[in-house]
C-alpha cells in the first residue's frame, strides 16, 4: 500500500513538473539565443515531425527553399552529427515555435543538471547536499552548455547514473545510464567502453546481468533508431563523415583540447588530422601511466570512470568549453576523497579558477585554464588512485 501510494505521488510531481516546464516555455518571455547548438537538434525534430530522415539534408534544404522562397543553394540546415535515438528523445521540441522549443530544452538540461547532483551526492550529508544543488552553477562549462543548449548534458547525467548504480546494484539504472552515454558518442562513448571492460573483467553474477542489460538497451536504441531512418545505420557515418570534413570542424579553429592547444602552437597551419594525431599519442601515454595500476582501479569503479573521463577530455581533440562539464564528476570524487581541509581547499580554488579567469581575462585566456584544470585533476586522481589498497572488494563496497 506505502509503495502505491509513493509511486502515485512521484507520477503526480513528474506530471506536474512537465506541466509548468510547458507553461513557463510557452508563456514566460526570455533572451535564449535560438540561432546557436541547439539549432542542430530543433531542425532535426523539425525533419522528424516532416518525415524527414535526420540525415537526408537535401530533402530538408528543399523544403526550407519552398517555406522560405530562397534558392536552395542560399538555405542553411545544420547537420546532426548524433544517433537517430537523440532525434528521436526530443521530437517533441518540432511541436514548438523556436523560442519556446528553445526554453524548454533549457529546463531540460537544467533537469538533467540536478538530477546528476542528485546522484552524486546520494550518500552526503543533507545540508552539504543542499548546497551542491548551488555549486554546478560556478563552473563556467555549465553556464556555457546551458546558455548554447548543447548535448553534454546527457554523457554527464549518464556518468553519474553509472557510478550510482554500480555502488548499489541497480541494473535498471545501469541500463540507462550506459544508454545516455551514446548521444554523444565522440565524448561519451570512450565511458561506455570503460564500463564494458570493467563488467567483462568484474566476473560474477552481477557483472553477468549487467552486461545483458546493457546490451539489451543497445539493442533497443538501434531498433528503435530505425523509426528515424531505416538506413541509419548507413547514413549516420555518412553524415558524421561528411559533418567532419566541414570547413570549422576540419580545421578545429575553435576547439579547446590539449591535441589542439598543442598543435597549434607547435605545428604552423595545424590541420584536426594532425591533433588527432596528437591525441592518439596522448591517449596511449595515459593508457600506459594509468595501466600502471590497473588493478586498482579495477577495484574501483568510481576511479576508473573518472579515468576514462579524464583521458577523453585530455586526448580527445575535438572538444570545446562546454564538455568540460564532466569535470564535475573528477571534482566530486576529490572531495569525497580529500584527507584534510588544505586539500579541499585547493579543489575549491580549483574549481572557481576557470569562472574567475573567463570573467577576468575573457576567453583567449580563461579558456585554458579548464585545459590546466584537467591536467591538475588528472594527477590528483592518478596520486589517490595509487594509493587505493589491493583488497579484493566488490562493486558495492568500491
Known amino acids: 500500500m506505502k509503495h502505491a501510494l509513493k509511486v502515485i ?66 538555405v542553411y540546415v545544420p547537420q546532426f552529427p548524433y544517433p537517430p535515438w537523440f532525434a528521436l528523445s526530443t521530437f517533441y521540441l518540432g511541436l514548438l515555435p523556436i523560442q519556446s522549443a528553445a526554453t524548454l530544452w533549457f529546463e531540460i538540461n537544467l533537469v538533467m543538471l540536478f538530477l546528476t547532483v542528485w546522484f552524486l551526492s546520494a550518500d552526503w550529508h543533507p545540508r552539504f547536499r543542499l548546497f551542491s544543488f548551488l555549486a554546478p552553477f560556478f563552473f563556467i562549462p555549465v553556464i556555457g552548455t546551458l546558455g548554447v543548449g548543447q548535448y553534454d548534458f546527457p554523457v554527464l547525467l549518464g556518468s553519474a547514473i553509472l557510478i550510482y548504480a554500480i555502488r548499489h546494484q541497480r541494473l535498471a539504472l545501469i541500463l540507462i545510464g550506459a544508454a545516455l552515454l551514446t548521444f554523444k558518442p565522440h565524448v ?35 531498433v528503435i533508431g530505425l523509426i528515424a531512418d531505416p538506413l541509419w545505420l548507413v547514413d549516420y557515418p555518412l553524415s558524421f563523415v561528411t559533418y567532419q570534413t566541414g570547413a570549422d570542424i576540419a580545421s578545429c579553429a575553435a576547439c579547446d583540447s590539449v591535441p589542439s592547444w598543442l ?46 573521463i579524464l583521458i577523453v577530455l585530455l586526448a580527445n581533440p575535438h572538444l ?9 564528476l573528477p571534482f566530486v570524487l576529490l572531495a569525497e576523497e580529500s584527507r584534510s581541509w588544505f586539500e579541499r581547499i585547493g579543489l575549491i ?22 585545459l590546466f584544470v584537467t591536467l591538475l585533476l588528472t594527477l590528483l586522481v592518478f596520486i589517490h588512485a595509487r594509493s587505493l589498497p589491493l583488497l579484493d572488494v566488490s562493486p558495492h563496497a568500491a
Open 263 to 308: 598543435a597549434t602552437h607547435f605545428i604552423p597551419n595545424s590541420t584536426l588530422s594532425q591533433m588527432t594525431l596528437i591525441g592518439a599519442v596522448l591517449f596511449v601515454v595515459l593508457i600506459l601511466i594509468f595501466g600502471s595500476i590497473r588493478s586498482r582501479l579495477l577495484k574501483s569503479p568510481d576511479y576508473l570512470l573518472n579515468v576514462s
Open 349 to 370: 580554488i580549483l574549481y572557481l579558477f576557470p569562472f574567475s579567469a573567463i570573467v577576468v581575462f575573457g576567453r583567449t585566456i580563461g579558456d585554458p585554464t579548464l
Open 188 to 222: 561519451g562513448i570512450p565511458i561506455f567502453l570503460a564500463v564494458l571492460i570493467y563488467f567483462f573483467l568484474l566476473r560474477g553474477s552481477f557483472s553477468r546481468r549487467a552486461l545483458v542489460w546493457i546490451f539489451s538497451g543497445v539493442a533497443f536504441l538501434c
Open 320 to 328: 570545446y568549453n562546454y564538455d568540460f562539464i564532466l569535470l564535475l
Open 9 to 74: 505521488l512521484f507520477s503526480l510531481v513528474i506530471i506536474l513538473l512537465l506541466g509548468l516546464m510547458i507553461i513557463i516555455a510557452l508563456y514566460v518571455p526570455n533572451s535564449l539565443h535560438t540561432n546557436s547548438d541547439f539549432l542542430a537538434i530543433y531542425d532535426a525534430d523539425l525533419r522528424l515531425l516532416q518525415h524527414i530522415k535526420p540525415y537526408d539534408y537535401q530533402s530538408q534544404i528543399h523544403l526550407m527553399a519552398q517555406k522560405t522562397g530562397m534558392l536552395p543553394e542560399n
